[in-house]
C-alpha cells in the first residue's frame, strides 16, 4: 500500500529550504516569532507564522485550543515568583508555551487531515504536487530570471507547467516560468 500523499510543505523539504537563508539557523532577538526561523522552541506566534507559511490555516486560538485538547502537547515554559521571604524561583507557566519541531509537525498533521488548508495547498492537491516541490521550482525560476526572492511560491502572474507522474503513486512535478514565456508541448 502506498503512503499517503501529503499536499502541505513538509518538515524535511521547510528544514532544508529554509536553511538556505543565512543566519535562520542562530538564536537572534524574536527568533521564536519567526514563521521562517529553524530555532526551537517557537513561540504560539512563531508556531502559527511557521504553520501558514507551510500552507496551512491557523490561528492562535485553535492552537490553544488543541493543546488544550491534548492534542498536542506543548512544553510549559517557567514563571519567574518571589515567595514572601524574598526567595526567587520558578513555576510552570500556564501562559508561557514553548513549541518545538514536533508539536508543530503534529498540529501540520492535524491541520491537513481536517483540512485547515490555504489556498496553496489546495493547488498542491488539486494538481497532485509535493508543495516543497513547488516552492523549489518558483525559487529557480525567481533566481534564473532576477524575479526577487520569496519564501513560498506563487503560480499566479507566471507560466505553470505541471508534468503528470508516469506511476499514479508518485506526485506530478511543476515548473514556473516567467509571464509571457511560449511553452510547447511534446507527447
Not at 46 to 55: D, I
Not at 99 to 111: F, G, H, R, V
Not at 113 to 136: I, K, P
Request: net charge negative.
Amino acid at each position: 500500500m502506498a503512503t499517503p500523499k501529503r499536499h502541505y510543505w513538509l518538515r524535511e523539504d521547510f528544514d532544508e529550504l529554509m536553511a538556505l537563508l543565512p543566519g535562520n539557523d542562530m538564536a537572534l532577538p524574536g527568533s521564536s516569532d519567526s514563521s521562517m526561523s529553524l530555532i526551537y522552541p517557537k513561540s504560539i506566534k512563531g508556531a502559527v507564522g511557521e504553520l501558514k507559511l507551510r500552507g496551512l490555516d491557523c490561528d492562535e486560538a485553535l492552537l490553544a485550543k488543541l493543546a488544550d485538547e491534548g492534542v498536542i502537547e506543548p512544553n510549559r515554559g517557567r514563571s519567574i515568583v518571589t515567595d514572601q521571604q524574598g526567595n526567587v524561583g520558578t513555576v510552570p507557566s500556564e501562559r508561557l508555551v514553548l513549541w518545538t519541531k514536533q508539536n508543530i509537525d503534529t498540529a501540520a498533521q492535524w491541520l491537513y487531515d481536517n483540512e485547515h488548508w490555504n489556498s496553496w495547498t489546495h493547488f498542491c492537491w488539486v494538481s497532485n504536487l509535493q508543495y516543497g516541490q513547488a516552492v523549489r521550482a518558483h525559487r529557480y525560476m525567481c533566481a534564473r530570471h532576477s524575479l526577487g526572492w520569496v519564501t513560498s511560491f506563487d503560480a499566479m502572474g507566471v507560466v505553470t507547467m505541471i508534468e503528470p507522474p508516469e506511476n499514479p503513486n508518485d506526485y506530478a512535478r511543476v515548473r514556473f516560468y516567467p509571464k509571457g514565456t511560449k511553452v510547447e508541448v511534446h507527447e
